[in-house]
């Protein structure tokens, strides 16, 4: 740990530490590019310009490791003036369309420029033109426009130092350079979208997100992605009820800054809602109906089924795409206060999603890696619900060797299986089928009766990630009219056998987790560990204001100063 | 080469660096060895395991001598060559000596006038700075436009592995050396010792951030001395003959040896003049035969193009070391010593070193990248006739907003100096130019052009 001395506040900073990590542990907003808390520092923007005493030049504060005792002045007339300088350079050549780029309001130049640039433009001469480099796409997701690059390296750094694949470089020279692929080579990595998170100005921008939505008008929830079992943390991106995008919601234990494209580009999925009211069949037509008459039927067949059958007689379906809560309530309701013995769920084997990561726990030489195709098959387990084995109910459903009276599904697409057309076929001939499902498949077609609930953008709740992190999610939209999420309909089922009280948020059900579950005893519903799983610990007050990764980063770098996280 | 030997020094000064030039198949080993070449080297190599000679011994030699950084900054080479960390302090790393061959400053072509004709003295000076440094491979980082110099080295270094001056246990010494050419892409910043190590290494050349310096970190993160062609030439000669005579030469006690001087622009003989260190700028000239066709001085860039530019008066008693041009507010450099003379027109001079700038920087940095491209448009501007009354103020202004600490290497400073210097000293030139200018205020567009541009493209649909 080093003291320095910052515009005359003295902070403590990691040895390795630098001082632009210093004036922003000391609250000194000092303006940088090319700086990334993740990426090798470059010092090439020269933006971060400060004067510390003893160094009679000036110096960019990324370069200069921190020693005890340093004086920085961060806000001195010749540091000010340096900074200025650098924002005219950069200023000098830029296109300053911002109404026409899409990176305004998210824009760095723009912000930097805003604070510290000159008011008029010194500059009378043409401005630089990157013929055949502009708007042009380099791979599948990303669009280069060299007239807005600052010539910064992140873009070629993450190819380079995180992604491992280096496809981006420099070519030419000076005030010709160009920042695009190697020739012959594609901007084509498992998480090139990353690059545009990196680039500070409209450089590199994805095309899926392009002049689809004004940054500023972005509403942002704090999620996680359903991808598969890592869970990256994202934020929400949505607008009138409409999912725009999702950002990787920096968390220095999982996705760290990143998240990978396959993930990223499922958000406008979530926008998919086949079922916006109860569906029921009545003889062979289908209906819409109210959830009252829709419940009734559900409560009804299982109820005759106990009945006449016993309780064995009923298979439950959770899933590993719902939260632990659900699967609780699930368990709670189907299990425990009903007592079928047969809640089961299956996850499948995707493919291999990887987030570089090395400081994080559980990773494998630098990677976290997942494999599973849902974010919660550990949540799952921890709320009871049983991982389908070889002579599981619901396997002896798939081969024919079991035909359910009532077959209750939480989640319609809960596995690939889910529309494989033997299981579909087996599944039909239950007693009675419900199921909860928000877009069309082949389970649903044959359910006698469909509730329509929220996607993931709707829901709260919380996941069992890869490292057995629980991860809370929030809600971003409120769903449609008449749409449910998952847990209200399991609380209005529950309160049918007097189990639940509907009132319970995501919240009230994480408590009775930790009163019922031993494992959930000292669980908090944000990044605490679960008692007897290996014990990760994150910060959950770092990463509070999470849609500025500095601001993160410089809260990280603090509790690390003051020895919260080690 | 077509310089006569004859003449290319002063009157009753005995050449060293170039004693050999101008004899017959000078660059080869056999003539090397015949004038007395590889004695230094031999001396070492029969002298090491007796312990008569040691690394420190030649070290303090060569401090002893005074000798300075023949690249440019002039940096004490003995001093440069104790920051290198000692065995048990490097964690097993090797240390690599590079020879910076990179020859690129305009106005400069000493390099390659020692590498073409006496290739074998910058090996043997390379073999006895990595003795002194403990280096077992050593690397000759020339400039891709030399091809024949990359050629003669090759040679040369063949003809030293034949004759047994390299190789593995060096005449049973138990010393190990190999010396390995390596070629350039020809960019003018690979010559800055960090850009070279990257390109080395294969990757551009990048300036890196100091510290880490090369001593401590260079080439392939181990300790790296780079040092000029000269310095390591000089290195042979203090060996051979000995810091007290090294000392003779030149001005003091701080300015010492032997220096190879590259004059050139507007003189009767421009070429490379050796003579003692602190020659006298005049002294200079009148070897070179003076002023072309008699004329004065108007101008003189002292070392490179990097270097601020003189007036006639500031080199009337100018000692050409690097105190002496230090003191007159410029630098030695890399002893390039331009003459421009009377009707030379300034403002195209300074727009040509300019244009040389724009193209070289490496385009890491800001204010370098976006910086030497503006200064050169606004120096074509006034050049085409469309200089503005504030133009020389601004110019100025840009370049103090360059240097100093806002780059990583000092590329920005050397391509402000021509700029800053240029404009200072000669301003009436340019206030000239711009006087005849067609537009001396800036403007902006008249309102009534842009509103009939906007109501053009309403018409046609495009605004709404
Ligand atoms: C832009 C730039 C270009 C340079 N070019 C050369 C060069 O071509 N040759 C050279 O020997 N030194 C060059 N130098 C100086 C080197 O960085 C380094 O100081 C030198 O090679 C050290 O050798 P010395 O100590 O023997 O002078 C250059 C420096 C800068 C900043
Ligand atoms: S494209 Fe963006 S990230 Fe890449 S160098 Fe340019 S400004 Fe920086
Ligand atoms: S690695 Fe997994 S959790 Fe992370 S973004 Fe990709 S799919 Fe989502
Ligand atoms: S000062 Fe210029 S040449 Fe030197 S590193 Fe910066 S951009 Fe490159
Ligand atoms: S942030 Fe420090 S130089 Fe770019």
Request: with cysteine.
């Amino acid at each position: 740990m080093a003291k320095v001395t910052v515009d005359g506040r003295e902070v403590v900073v990691p040895d390795n530490g630098n001082v632009l990590e210093a004036c922003r542990i000391a609250g000194v907003d000092v303006p940088h590019f090319c700086y990334h808390p993740r990426l090798s520092i470059v010092g090439q923007c020269r933006m971060c310009m400060v004067e510390i005493e003893g160094m009679p030049k000036i110096q960019a504060s990324c370069t200069v490791p921190v020693r005890d005792g340093m004086v920085v002045s961060a806000s001195s007339e010749k540091a000010l003036a340096a900074r200025n300088a650098t924002m005219e350079f950069l200023l000098i050549n830029h296109p300053l369309d911002c109404p026409i780029c899409d990176q305004a309001g998210e824009c760095k130049l723009q912000d930097n420029a805003f604070a510290a640039g000159l008011p008029v433009s010194r500059t009378s001469e043409p401005r630089r033109q990157y013929p055949g480099y502009d708007r042009t796409g380099i791979g599948p997701h990303v669009i280069a426009d060299m007239t807005r690059c600052i010539q910064c390296t992140r873009c070629i750094r993450f190819c380079a130092e995180i992604a491992g694949t280096g496809e981006l470089t420099f070519i030419e020279r000076g005030g010709h350079t160009i920042v695009w692929t190697h020739e012959g080579k594609v901007l084509d990595n498992e998480w090139s979208a990353c690059t545009a998170d990196v680039c500070p100005v409209g450089a590199l921008t994805t095309k899926d997100f392009r002049f689809r939505k004004r940054v500023w008008w972005l509403d942002k929830a704090r999620s996680v992605c359903t991808g598969c079992e890592i869970g990256c943390n994202i934020s929400i991106e949505h607008r009138d009820r409409q999912v725009f995008r999702f950002l990787p919601r920096p968390n220095p234990d999982v996705n760290d800054y990143w998240m990978c494209d396959y993930g990223r580009f499922r958000a406008e999925e979530l926008n998919a809602q086949d079922f916006t009211r109860p569906v029921v069949k009545d003889g062979g037509s289908t209906k819409e109906t109210n959830w009252g008459d829709a419940l009734e039927r559900i409560q009804k067949a299982v109820d005759e089924a106990i009945k006449a059958k016993g309780a064995a007689s009923i298979l439950v379906i959770g899933s590993a795409n719902l939260s632990t809560e659900e699967n609780y309530l699930l368990n709670s309701l189907f299990r425990t206060r009903l007592g079928v013995p047969n809640v089961e769920f299956v996850v499948d084997n995707g493919a291999l999603r990887r987030i570089k990561n090395p400081k994080a726990e559980g990773n494998q030489e630098g990677w976290l890696k997942g494999l599973e195709s849902a974010p919660n098959s550990r949540g799952a387990v921890a709320a009871g619900v049983t991982r389908a084995l070889s002579d599981s109910a619901l396997e002896k459903l798939s081969s024919g060797k079991f035909t359910p009276a009532v077959l209750y599904v939480a989640d319609a697409a809960f596995a690939k299986k889910a529309s494989d057309p033997a299981f579909v076929q087996a599944a039909r001939k239950a007693g009675f089928v419900a199921v909860h499902a928000r877009t069309k498949n082949a389970l649903t077609e044959v359910a006698d009766v469909v509730l329509p609930v929220a996607s993931l953008s709707g829901k709260e709740g919380t996941f069992v990630n890869s490292q057995r992190r629980i991860q809370a999610f929030s809600i971003a939209i409120v769903p449609p009219p008449v749409v449910r999420t998952d847990m209200e309909v399991l609380l209005h089922l529950g309160k049918r056998w007097g189990v639940f009280d509907t009132r319970w948020t995501a919240g009230d059900v994480f408590e009775l987790l930790k009163k019922e579950i031993p494992l959930y005893a000292d669980a908090e519903r944000e990044s605490r560990a679960v008692a007897g799983y290996p014990a990760v610990i994150s910060p959950a007050s770092a990463y509070d204001s999470i849609f500025s990764p500095e601001e993160a980063e410089a809260k990280l770098i603090a509790a690390a100063a003051e020895g919260r996280n080690g | 080469m077509s310089q006569k030997k004859s003449g290319f020094h002063p009157a009753g000064y005995e050449p060293v660096l170039l004693a050999r030039l101008g004899k017959p198949n000078s660059r080869h080993i056999d003539g090397y060895v015949a004038d007395g070449g590889y004695s230094s080297w031999k001396k070492i190599l029969s002298g090491v395991k007796t312990g008569e000679w040691t690394p420190v011994k030649v070290t303090d030699l060569v401090k002893a001598s005074g000798l300075r950084g023949r690249g440019g900054a002039g940096f004490p080479t003995g001093l440069k060559w104790t920051f290198v960390p000692p065995k048990e302090k490097r964690g097993g790393k090797p240390v690599y000596l590079l020879c910076n061959c990179d020859e690129s400053e305009p106005g400069t072509f000493k390099d390659r006038l020692l590498i073409e004709t006496d290739p074998h003295q910058l090996l043997e000076g390379m073999m006895l700075a990595s003795f002194a440094l403990d280096v077992k491979h050593a690397y000759i980082y020339i400039r891709g436009e030399m091809v024949h110099g990359a050629e003669y080295l090759n040679e040369a270094v063949s003809e030293a592995y034949a004759k047994g001056f390299l190789g593995t246990d060096i005449q049973g010494s138990g010393l190990t050396l190999d010396i390995t050419v390596h070629r350039g892409a020809g960019a003018y910043i690979c010559g800055e010792e960090t850009a070279l190590i990257e390109s080395l290494e294969g990757k551009r050349g990048h300036p890196r951030i100091k510290p880490p310096f090369p001593a401590v970190s260079g080439v392939w993160s181990s300790p790296t001395v780079v040092n000029n062609v000269e310095t390591l030439a000089c290195v042979k000669h203090i060996l051979d003959r000995g810091p007290d005579w090294f000392k003779t030469l030149g001005r003091n006690e701080k300015n010492t040896g032997p220096k190879l001087y590259c004059i050139s622009g507007h003189v009767e003989r421009p070429g490379v003049y050796e003579g003692p260190m602190g020659l006298p700028f005049l002294e200079l000239l009148a070897l070179a035969g003076g002023v072309r066709g008699g004329k004065k001085i108007k101008a003189v860039i002292p070392g490179g193009a990097s270097a601020p530019m003189l007036t006639a008066e500031e080199v009337q008693s100018l000692p050409l070391d690097f105190d002496g041009v230090a003191a007159a507010k410029s630098m030695l450099g890399s002893a390039a010593i331009m003459v421009m003379d009377e009707n030379t027109d300034m403002v195209k001079a300074v727009t040509n070193i300019s244009k040389f700038f724009a193209h070289e920087s490496c385009g890491q940095c800001t204010p370098c990248r976006e910086g030497t491209p503006w200064l050169n448009k606004m120096l074509k501007r006034i050049v085409a006739g469309q200089g503005k009354r504030q133009d020389l103020d601004l110019m100025l202004q840009i370049a103090n907003q360059m240097g100093n600490g806002m780059t990583i290497c000092v590329f920005a400073d050397a391509a402000i100096a021509p700029v800053l210097s240029g404009v200072t000293k000669f301003r009436s030139e340019f206030e000239a130019y711009i006087a005849k200018s067609a537009a001396l205020d800036y403007q902006l567009p008249a309102p009534a052009a842009v509103t009939d541009k906007v109501a053009a493209r309403v018409a046609e649909g495009i605004h709404s």
